[in-house]
């Protein structure tokens, strides 16, 4: 059960990262294309 809990604590962190990097490099391009 702890286990299921360690996991999905990891996907989530790594999807909140993903999401980071995603707002990263949208507002690099948005910055490029002003």
Same mark, same amino acid.
């Given at each position: 059960? #702890? #286990? !299921?809990?360690?996991? +999905? %604590? #990891?996907? +989530? %962190?790594?999807?909140? +990262?993903?999401?980071?990097?995603?707002?990263? !490099?949208?507002?690099?391009? %948005?910055?490029?294309?002003?």
């Amino acid at each position: 059960m #702890l #286990l !299921i809990v360690v996991v +999905d %604590t #990891l996907v +989530d %962190t790594s999807r909140q +990262d993903m999401n980071v990097m995603g707002h990263s !490099i949208a507002g690099a391009v %948005t910055a490029n294309a002003r």
